[in-house]
């Protein structure tokens, strides 16, 4: 899974504004899709590198909270 900054680069922390991601995660439920989810990340691309975790942690929130 990738978020995107507002660039569109890649690996960035899941926001509510990455639609791309909340149409791919529907899609999966909708065909049972049981499998692995990969969260890349890349922090190093990340303008506020005080906020890692909890952008880390957000991201996990936000998919975890697409399944629910």
Do not use: C, M
């Amino acid at each position: 899974v990738h978020g995107l900054s507002a660039d569109g680069e890649t690996h960035w922390p899941i926001q509510n504004s990455n639609s791309h991601i909340t149409s791919a995660v529907g899609y999966l439920q909708s065909v049972s899709y049981q499998g692995v989810y990969n969260l890349e990340l890349y922090p190093n691309r990340w303008a506020e590198k005080d906020t890692i975790r909890e952008e880390i942690l957000g991201s996990i929130a936000w998919l975890q909270n697409a399944f629910n």
